[in-house]
């Protein structure tokens, strides 16, 4: 190895030339280019490789800073995809949190939101997120005490708790909570329909039960249309049992009143329908009879004779009586004592529904004489009355005489 200076030999322990001073450079490049320096006795030759020797120097110079250059776009790039990754995780979470509470699970939700924020402390969107699920729990813990409520079916406080929950929901903004509006009016709803059922399995007539299915039916859920089932199965077994209970009593026209507005509650049932007309074809029958024994009646003289006596009568209706008054003559040769008329009440079929007896006044008649009746029905009074005999005794025949 050479001097670099002066082309003197140097040892390989030299630090510096000892004849010219010249510090010792042992870079693999720069002793090659020592060693291809030749010298003569008037001391060092031109260097042969001088020229390249600059040029690997100018090429260092610039290498360096390129190489410094790419190795710091490399961290930077590296730093840049590292924080896109994060980034890209975090709105993944984000997602996932956000689907996860527009199902109802919060508690879910919010360690989701937890995790991103531990990438993202400084998110605004989380921290929003965070706080809204953070009340969107509280909500679904009232929601909880809302089904307690409602299995120990204290319909009321559950009833309660949803207007609490409501106004919560009112109160704070946050997409997420909207859907507890939809939640809250189906368990509103719910327990609607449990209250209807409840008093449905109270109650024992048509005219009761069918406001009750109307207001039921009109509830387009499952567990509605199922109590609607349920009401209008009773509604149809009730309207059964009291065809058989009209047909026996034949009071049609107040079970066809019943049916016909039953009819209009179930908007055309079948079965109801049915029955309305089997009631109606039986009223027309009886009808017919009616017209007959009404006829009869009506037709008869309001005047009877029997026996020594003839009895006359007639009927006044007023705003809220009817009275039935008439007249006693004594035909006969004896006087009579203890006389009484004889009336019979009918109902508007012409069936017998009763009998009464009226004290005359005077009760004593002469031969050729007359006594006066009167009786007062008050309302409900009767459809016809009718006088139908009378009772007396004859002094010395004790004879009673009835028609």
């Known amino acids: 190895m050479h001097c670099i200076n002066c082309g003197t030999e140097l040892d390989s322990e030299d630090l510096f030339c000892r004849k010219c001073g010249t510090k010792v450079v042992y870079s693999a490049n720069e002793a090659a280019a020592a060693d291809d320096i030749k010298f003569d006795s008037n001391g060092p030759k031109e260097k042969t490789h001088d020229t390249s020797v600059k040029k ?51 508690q879910e939700a919010s360690k989701l939101v937890s995790q991103a924020l531990e990438l993202r402390p400084n998110y605004p969107a989380l921290k929003t997120d965070a706080e809204i699920l953070k009340k969107g729990q509280n909500i679904s813990g009232i929601l909880q005490n809302v089904d307690n409520l409602i299995n120990s079916k204290d319909y009321n406080g559950a009833l309660t708790n949803l207007l609490k929950a409501d106004t919560s929901i009112k109160q704070d903004n946050g997409v997420f909570l909207g ?67 009209a ?32 009631i109606q074809n039986k009223m027309d029958q009886m009808e017919g009879k009616i017209k007959d024994i009404t006829k009869d009646i009506l037709t008869r003289e309001n005047s009877i004779t029997s026996g020594s006596v003839k009895i006359t009568a007639d009927s006044t209706d007023g705003a809220d009586y009817k009275e039935v008054s008439g007249t006693v003559f004594n035909n006969g040769d004896f006087t009579i004592y203890n006389t009484k008329v004889l009336l019979k009440i009918y109902d508007e079929y012409g069936n017998v529904i009763d009998e009464v007896t009226v004290n005359c ?43």
């Open 56 to 106: 690997s120097r100018i090429w260092l110079i610039w290498l360096i800073p390129v190489i410094t250059a790419v190795i710091a776009g490399g961290l930077v790039f590296t730093s840049y995809r590292h924080q896109v990754n994060i980034d890209s995780k975090v709105e993944r979470i984000k997602q996932q949190a956000e689907d996860a509470a527009m199902e109802g699970k919060f």
């Open 179 to 245: 859907i507890f509006s939809k939640i809250i009016d189906n368990k509103r709803t719910m327990i609607n329909v449990m209250q209807l059922q409840n008093d449905a399995s109270s109650k024992q007539t048509l005219l009761q039960l069918c406001p009750i299915y109307k207001v039921v039916s009109a509830i387009n859920t499952p567990d509605a249309k199922k109590v609607a089932s349920n009401i209008l199965k009773n509604i149809e077994n009730i309207a059964a049992n009291e065809e058989k209970a």
């Open 247 to 278: 047909l026996a009593s034949k009071n049609y026209s107040t079970f066809y009143d019943e049916l016909d507005m039953t009819s209009r509650y179930l908007n055309g049932n079948k079965k109801v329908l049915d029955l309305k007309n089997a």
């Open 361 to 403: 006044d005077p009760e004593t008649i002469e031969p050729g004489g007359g006594t006066n009746f009167s009786y007062y029905f008050t309302a409900p009074y009767p459809k016809y009355v009718r006088p139908v005999g009378a009772v007396y005794n004859e002094v010395g025949s004790g004879d009673s005489i009835q028609n």
